[in-house]
T-cell receptor, first 114, second 113 residues
């Protein structure tokens, strides 16, 4: 079982709809959860992070965390063609020799259709 | 402008020919790391450095070396590249080992034939 699992997609969503991206993780000790967006040929950029159970909203983006189910999701409301990218879920593995290490999922490719 | 730079951005080389990919940051960050990204496998950490002269292995360190002689630079060395090291490589930095937000460089696409 992979430490962090995502559906690789592609996920196709019509413009203006809600895109829902999901991620599960295996380490119950994980404390922090991140969503990165990566455009084709570009480097990942952080768009959301969440530490506590529940929802966290930032503009059109909402991150949802359920530690009991080991599940984290990202909702994108009013999807735009510019949201078309690969979304990477990342989870902290916990302190190892004083460092917070991130483990990434394989990413979900999202396409927003005009 | 705060940035992370990598050189070269693209490289095609042959098996066994030593190469170095440079990474430099101007944000005075203590923590730097190298990742490789492969289809279906996501980003995997190769090596990381918590500060000058302090480096440690990540999840996939085999075939790679690093050094951290200055705070701003963290080169990745492939002593004898092999085709299975063909990948997209990212350098990343963050303020300190306990901080969360990482800043990624633009990436280096390496092909080993």
């Amino acid at each position: 079982q992979k430490e962090v699992e995502q559906n690789s997609g592609p996920l196709s969503v019509p413009e203006g709809a809600i895109a829902s991206l999901n991620c599960t993780y295996s380490d119950r000790g994980s404390q922090s959860f991140f969503w990165y967006r990566q455009y084709s040929g570009k480097s990942p950029e952080l768009i959301m992070f969440i530490y506590s159970n529940g929802d966290k909203e930032d503009g059109r983006f909402t991150a949802q965390l359920n530690k009991a189910s080991q599940y984290v999701s990202l909702l994108i409301r009013d999807s735009q063609p510019s949201d078309s990218a690969t979304y990477l879920c990342a989870v902290t593995r916990g302190l190892i020799q004083g460092a917070q290490k991130l483990v990434f999922g394989q990413g979900t490719r999202l396409t927003i259709n005009p | 402008e705060a940035q992370v730079t990598q050189n070269p951005r693209y490289l095609i080389t042959v098996t066994g020919k030593k190469l170095t990919v440079t990474c430099s940051q101007n944000m005075n960050h203590e923590y730097m790391s190298w990742y490789r990204q492969d289809p279906g496998l996501g980003l995997r950490q190769i090596y990381y450095s918590m500060n000058v002269e302090v480096t440690d292995k990540g999840d996939v360190p085999e075939g790679y070396k690093v050094s951290r002689k200055e705070k701003r630079n963290f080169p990745l060395i492939l002593e004898s590249p092999s085709p299975n090291q063909t990948s997209l490589y990212f350098c990343a930095t963050k303020t300190g080992s306990l901080s969360y937000e990482q800043y990624f460089g633009p990436g280096t696409r390496l092909t080993v034939t």
